[in-house]
T-cell receptor
Framework: SQELEQSPQSLIVQEGKNLTINCTSS?????LYWYKQKYGEGLIFLMM?????EEKSHEKITAKLDEKKQQSSLHITASQPSHAGIYLC????????????FGSGTQLTVLP | DAGVIQSPRHEVTEMGQEVTLRCKPI?????LFWYRQTMMRGLELLIY????????DSGMPEDRFSAKMPNASFSTLKIQPSEPRDSAVYFC?????????????FGEGSWLTVV
């Protein structure tokens, strides 16, 4: 089965700083999803990557998928307290988007 | 647009009682997923449906768990009898069938505590 490892497990940064969260897969990623979760709330879809070398951005968040499609990174530029939460990567193991295997998450705290 | 709607948001029940969680997927979506989230095991897929038909229930932990989807706009996850180890957040999610670029949308979850 496909396993996803996220690093770091937790991250505390000062407001305005840049940060990167990584997601590494034990197998080739056919699709990689990034979600954000706040305590007591559901998962909010951020981005989905499918092609090797693909990069997508939304506001101050950029996600990349490496050429080998086994590692993805999520980069936040000039972090804000609103970026705080748990970031989860989810892998599409069969290329069909029928179900996702998730990493354990990265807890992000942004200090004002 | 309404997202995936789950109810109840929070439930506290006694061990041995039956628990029913409900989900209304996004209109037009033909895939529905039930996930469970715990501190120990993270987010796990329990079962998913396509066009109201269960496709893969290999993640359902025990016979105490059952899920149904009687129509395209409603699904239930039932636990009978409930046990303390069932305490978790249960998420429902939905998506629609496209060749590529499917996005899976999650509800806000049902927080279950079994005492």
């Amino acid at each position: 089965s496909q396993e996803l490892e996220q690093s770091p497990q937790s991250l505390i940064v000062q407001e305005g700083k840049n940060l990167t969260i990584n997601c590494t897969s034990s197998k080739t990623l056919y699709g990689l999803y990034w979600y954000k979760q706040k305590y007591g709330e559901g998962l909010i879809f951020l981005m989905m990557l499918q092609k090797g070398g693909e990069e997508k951005s939304h506001e101050k968040i950029t996600a990349k998928l490496d050429e080998k499609k086994q590692q993805s990174s999520l980069h936040i530029t000039a972090s804000q307290p609103s970026h705080a939460g748990i970031y989860l990567c989810g892998a599409d193991p069969y290329g069909s988007a029928r179900q996702l295997t998730f990493g354990s998450g990265t807890q992000l705290t942004v200090l004002p | 647009d309404a997202g995936v709607i789950q109810s109840p948001r929070h439930e506290v029940t006694e061990m041995g009682q039956e628990v029913t969680l409900r989900c209304k997927p996004i209109s037009g979506h033909d895939y529905l997923f039930w996930y469970r989230q715990t501190m120990m095991r993270g987010l796990e897929l329990l079962i998913y449906f396509n066009n109201n038909v269960p496709i893969d229930d290999s993640g359902m932990p025990e016979d105490r768990f059952s899920a149904k989807m009687p129509n395209a706009s409603f699904s239930t996850l039932k636990i009978q009898p409930s046990e303390p180890r069932d305490s978790a957040v249960y998420f429902c999610a939905s998506s629609w069938n496209r060749m590529t670029g499917n996005t899976i949308y999650f509800g806000e979850g049902s927080w279950l505590t079994v005492v």
